[in-house]
């Protein structure tokens, strides 16, 4: 049975080129809220692309698993924003005199043990995040034949284990890449044999 996804494959397509846009958006100064909106129509733009190849083709894995991970990175969003107005509440106002110093000690050190504890609880929920988005992509990878989403998940998985130094956000760079080119060289219409796999047909 063949199933026509030129649609589904465009939204992916536009979406993986906002998301690799929003990020370098992020960085630049004032403009970091104007990344996080494209990122957040990245999102739905691949969500909506990996739902209608999974109802086309029987395996809503892609979607399912993507879901997950941008549940997750939303999550993770919300607690980074708490954990820094606590920061904010618990750092020294200023020095009100030599009785107060042990208090502003006290008190930086407990700043000091929110960031700590924030930092890791951003790298654990990016690595949840990439493990979700790691099995849509090779889920994408079975159902479609497209090898960039094999490679997509495999420099996605390793960019999120080495975030904590320089080589990571190289490695997410280049997963967000072959992100692209995987929907770039989607079919535009996909055979589909068995219950949940498909075999590609391009024309």
Do not use: C
Not at 101 to 122: C, D, N, Q, R
Not at 189 to 199: A, D, Q, T
């Amino acid at each position: 049975m063949e199933v026509d996804i030129r649609s589904e494959r465009n939204l992916g397509l536009i979406g993986s080129i906002l998301a690799i846009v929003s990020g370098f958006f992020g960085v630049v100064p004032y403009v970091g809220m104007f990344g996080s909106a494209l990122s957040l129509v990245a999102f739905i733009l691949i969500l909506l692309a990996l739902k209608g190849i999974g109802d086309k083709v029987g395996d809503d894995r892609p979607f399912r698993y993507y879901l997950y991970g941008v549940i997750v990175a939303f999550a993770g969003i919300i607690i980074a924003v708490i954990m820094a107005l606590m920061g904010l509440l618990l750092m020294p106002s200023g020095h009100m005199g030599y009785e107060m110093t042990h208090i502003e000690a006290a008190a930086g050190f407990a700043v000091f043990g929110v960031v700590f504890l924030m930092a890791l609880i951003i790298i654990g929920i990016a690595v949840l995040t990439a493990y979700f988005q790691k099995q849509a992509w090779e889920a994408m990878y079975e159902i479609t034949g497209v090898r960039e989403f094999h490679e997509t998940a495999k420099w996605l998985w390793w960019g999120a284990l080495t975030l904590i130094v320089v080589v990571g956000a190289i490695l997410l760079l280049i997963a967000a890449i072959y992100q692209i080119i995987a929907f770039s060289n989607l079919p535009e219409v996909l055979e589909v044999s068995g219950e949940s796999r498909g075999e590609v047909i391009l024309y």
